[in-house]
């Protein structure tokens, strides 16, 4: 073999072996990268489980959905600050935070996102009082008094009020005028308003999924008996 020949072999090899590093290098990397996401995945089921504040029915329940839903709920978001009958009751008693002191919180669990928090009218004396909805399942199992994922997944994509609580007053179906929204007003009666539905319609369908698992696995509260609010538990 001359000394050209010996080169080219050389280099050819020493070029291959250095594919199969990077090669390999690379595929642990990848590898190591995944591992993260799982870890950073399974930490947030973790702490789901660990900060729900009512004891949850995982029967027929995926478990790691519901872990995620927990976390989603009470940790990256504060569902149950809108979806419960309001701040004097949101806390279990000598449980409020906000008090001398500084205790540690702890959740009404009577009140967990059952709805029935007054937000007051959009515009005083123009417009009805907004009151937040109750999110725990009925009888059927189904969060939201019975709404299916489907119905779930349209209103935190779209905000659209599916209980047609607080329609557009010139709706010609409108029997009760004092529960919509003038037409002089710019208020959109086919849509959820105070809700921050355009900030939660950038979640994933998985992330939407995981909420609505968690839901359908707390507690049924009756809830205030007014309209859509009753929630039928028996």
Same mark, same amino acid.
């Given at each position: 073999?001359?000394?050209? &020949?010996?080169?080219?072999?050389?280099?050819?090899?020493?070029?291959?072996?250095?594919?199969?590093?990077?090669?390999?290098?690379?595929?642990?990397?990848?590898?190591?990268?995944?591992?993260?996401?799982?870890?950073?995945?399974?930490?947030?089921? &973790?702490?789901?489980?660990?900060?729900?504040?009512?004891?949850?029915?995982?029967?027929?329940?995926?478990?790691?959905?519901?872990? *995620?839903?927990?976390?989603?709920?009470?940790?990256?978001?504060?569902?149950?600050?809108?979806?419960?009958?309001?701040?004097?009751?949101?806390?279990?008693?000598?449980?409020?935070?906000?008090?001398?002191?500084?205790?540690?919180?702890?959740?009404?669990?009577?009140?967990?996102?059952?709805?029935?928090?007054?937000?007051?009218?959009?515009?005083?004396?123009?417009?009805?009082?907004?009151?937040?909805?109750?999110?725990?399942?009925?009888?059927?199992?189904?969060?939201?008094?019975?709404?299916?994922?489907?119905?779930?997944?349209?209103?935190?994509?779209?905000?659209?009020? *599916?209980?047609?609580?607080?329609?557009?007053?010139?709706?010609?179906? $409108?029997?009760?005028?004092?529960?919509?929204?003038?037409?002089? *007003?710019?208020?959109?009666?086919?849509? *959820?308003? $105070?809700?921050?539905?355009?900030?939660?319609?950038?979640?994933?369908?998985?992330?939407?999924?995981?909420?609505?698992?968690?839901?359908?696995?707390?507690?049924?509260?009756?809830?205030?008996?007014?309209?859509?609010?009753?929630?039928?538990?028996?």
């Amino acid at each position: 073999m001359n000394v050209n &020949r010996l080169i080219i072999t050389l280099t050819t090899g020493g070029a291959f072996a250095a594919v199969v590093v990077l090669g390999f290098l690379s595929g642990t990397s990848r590898v190591q990268a995944d591992d993260g996401e799982g870890d950073a995945k399974q930490s947030r089921i &973790r702490r789901g489980f660990e900060i729900a504040p009512v004891p949850l029915n995982l029967q027929g329940k995926n478990r790691e959905l519901v872990g *995620l839903g927990s976390y989603l709920v009470n940790a990256a978001g504060d569902c149950n600050g809108c979806h419960s009958a309001g701040p004097a009751t949101e806390y279990a008693r000598g449980g409020n935070p906000y008090f001398k002191g500084n205790p540690p919180p702890v959740i009404n669990q009577a009140t967990y996102l059952g709805g029935g928090r007054d937000f007051g009218p959009l515009v005083p004396g123009a417009t009805p009082h907004i009151i937040s909805r109750n999110l725990t399942p009925d009888k059927t199992g189904r969060p939201e008094g019975g709404r299916t994922f489907e119905e779930f997944r349209q209103t935190m994509r779209t905000g659209a009020d *599916l209980d047609h609580l607080h329609p557009n007053c010139s709706d010609p179906k $409108i029997l009760a005028s004092s529960s919509c929204f003038p037409a002089a *007003l710019p208020f959109n009666g086919d849509l *959820l308003q $105070i809700m921050p539905w355009p900030v939660y319609q950038n979640m994933t369908d998985h992330e939407l999924r995981a909420i609505y698992e968690y839901l359908s696995a707390v507690p049924c509260i009756t809830g205030p008996p007014t309209g859509v609010l009753h929630n039928d538990c028996s």
